[in-house]
């Protein structure tokens, strides 16, 4: 090989690694516009409230406790507790968020690992199977939300 071509080839690599970094270069690098960002956090905040509101019937009394559908609906909200984050990078303000999301990030993120930390105590309540306990665990999850909307979602 001359080392022509080798600098030819070597010159391509780092275009190439050029051109990716550029397209990658967006803070929410895994979402292409800021509206696929929007629409993944409303969907997996949509899917959390669907599934804690299956547990909230049961707190309630108003659907009779089956430890086994608790504790699938519990395991799902965990999961579903650590999407929503990766959405809010920088440039993808709009939907129903604050500006404080963006300007007071370090109490987003202590809002947002709040949450996850009372969800994954409701999981374990709910793994257990011990219905005052998941009532407790939905009650301070529930709190967890609130705090959150009540300082980051618009009205
Ligand atoms: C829910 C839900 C919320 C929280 C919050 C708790 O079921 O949709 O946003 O609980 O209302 O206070």
Same mark, same amino acid.
């Given at each position: ?11 391509? =690599?780092?275009?190439?690694?050029? &051109? &990716? ?14 509206? %696929?960002?929007?629409?993944? =956090?409303? *969907?997996a905040?949509?899917?959390? +409230? ?10 309630? +009394?108003?659907?009779?406790?089956n ?9 799902? &909200?965990?999961?579903? *507790?650590?999407?929503? @984050?990766?959405?809010?990078g920088?440039?993808?303000?709009? +939907? ?5 999301? @963006? ?22 309540? /709910? ?10 665990a939905?009650? /301070?999850a529930?709190q ?5 909307? %009540? %300082?980051? =979602?618009?009205?």
């Amino acid at each position: 090989m001359s080392t022509h071509s080798f600098d030819t080839t070597a010159g391509l =690599r780092t275009l190439a690694a050029s &051109i &990716i970094l550029i397209t990658a270069s967006p803070a929410s690098a895994q979402f292409q516009k800021p509206e %696929d960002a929007i629409k993944y =956090r409303q *969907s997996a905040f949509s899917l959390i +409230g669907t599934h804690f509101g299956r547990i909230g019937a049961v707190v309630k +009394g108003e659907v009779p406790y089956n430890k086994d559908d608790v504790a699938k609906n519990a395991a799902i &909200i965990a999961t579903l *507790s650590t999407l929503p @984050w990766q959405a809010f990078g920088a440039g993808t303000e709009g +939907g129903k968020a604050q500006p404080g999301i @963006w300007t007071d990030a370090a109490k987003f993120k202590t809002g947002s690992e709040k949450m996850q930390t009372a969800i994954a105590e409701l999981n374990q309540a /709910a793994q257990s199977g011990n219905l005052e306990n998941i009532k407790k665990a939905f009650s /301070a999850a529930g709190q967890t939300c609130k705090a959150c909307h %009540d %300082d980051f =979602r618009k009205k």
